[in-house]
């Protein structure tokens, strides 16, 4: 019924926040489509974390009619979580947590931007060296272009810093980004509606996703995941950069990125479409080296949930390990259907012997 488990078309078209059922069947969200992974369930933590500090985005949930919805239609979603969320939210507001940085990440994109000069201006001189050095700026581009997507430099310029360090840098489009991640932050690994897990038929992290993947990707994709990475960029940079791929390795900056986005996701557990933003991202990350500290301790322990804190090293083992385990034991599983179904047809001939002899 309603929200939870149903399928894309019969979810309802309402969403709860702060406690009313908010009716969003005639509403067209600016953002996009992502409110669409809320119908039928509460979004108050992701309404808190996109537009909790903008105005406008009040006054149009205000202007919003109320759904009068059967309570055996609203799926259970832990209050004490979304309160909790709330409550960090607000806190970390105070604290001034999201407060823009204009000056240094700008002076940070400025010296970025100086060394891709420098790379290009070397070129001619050490091809090799200067192709590294600018594989590894365009890494920095991927950050730079992620903090221009979560307004690092105030409502009025990111997007345009971030399309100047995705778009003209990269050669990625920034607002395609900008759809997929906010959906990854909404909903950190739940399979179908996070983005960043969608790397069949090549990679397979959890049994779902390894029944997209081919067997020879199976069996040798714990070897050639971090290889392979490398040609994710080069994608990227065959659009609009051809002289500097031509003339550079384009591995560092894909390899750099995929890897470390890997080493926070992809080797924990997949949660629920109906997951709180809190178990979705505790459940969902790993805390490597310090890298990702989301709330800490005190949250995770309040509320029985995980919290994940491996060391650099650890992260990777987890991640490399799984990418294993996975393609073997989906291999076995494999091999012990074809297995069940040769038995299966050895039974079924015998049986048609023994029918035949019967009714001879
Ligand atoms: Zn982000």
Redesign the pocket.
Same mark, same amino acid.
């Given at each position: 019924m309603g929200g939870a488990g149903a399928s894309e078309a019969e979810r309802p078209k309402w969403t709860t926040i702060h406690g009313r059922h908010v009716d969003v069947s005639k509403f067209r969200h600016p953002g996009g489509n992502i409110i669409e992974l809320f119908y039928g369930m509460d979004s108050t933590s992701a309404f808190e974390q996109f537009h909790g500090h903008h105005k406008g985005a009040w006054k149009m949930l205000k202007a919003l009619p109320t759904k009068e919805v059967d309570p055996a239609d609203v799926p259970q979603q832990p209050q004490e979580h979304v309160a909790e969320m709330t409550r960090l939210m607000t806190s970390w507001r105070e604290r001034g947590l999201f407060k823009p940085r204009p000056v240094a990440s700008g002076i940070y994109g400025l010296a970025v931007v100086a060394a891709i000069v420098a790379c290009i201006a070397c070129a001619p001189h050490a091809p090799v060296l200067s192709g590294i050095g600018l594989g590894s700026c365009w890494a920095q581009c991927g950050f730079l272009q #992620?903090m221009g997507? =979560?307004r690092e430099w105030g409502v009025r310029y990111s997007f345009l810093l971030q399309h100047f360090f995705e778009g003209l840098l990269k050669g990625g489009s920034a607002s395609w980004w900008r759809n997929r #991640?906010n959906k #990854? =932050?909404a909903k950190t690994n739940v399979l179908g509606e996070d983005g960043d897990l969608r790397t069949t038929p090549f990679f397979a992290w959890d049994p779902t996703l390894a029944k997209k993947v081919p067997d020879w990707s199976l069996k040798t994709q714990a070897f050639t995941f971090l290889p392979a990475l490398g040609a994710y960029v080069f994608v990227f940079a065959f659009t609009i950069r051809k002289y500097a791929v031509a003339c550079h390795p384009p591995s560092p900056s894909g390899i750099y990125l995929g890897f470390f986005f890997g080493l926070s996701h992809f080797a924990v557990e997949r949660v629920p479409s109906t997951a709180t933003w809190l178990e979705s991202s505790m459940i969902g990350t790993v805390d490597w080296g310090g890298s990702s500290a989301f709330c800490g301790y005190a949250s995770a322990e309040k509320l029985g949930l995980p919290y994940r804190e491996l060391s650099f090293a650890g992260a990777v083992k987890l991640m490399m390990v799984g990418l294993w385990r996975t393609g073997r034991d989906e291999l076995q599983l494999r091999s012990d259907r074809r297995k069940y179904s040769r038995t299966q047809a050895y039974m079924a001939a015998a049986s048609a012997v023994v029918e035949n002899l019967k009714a001879d």
């Open positions: #992620h997507g =979560h #991640h #990854h =932050h």
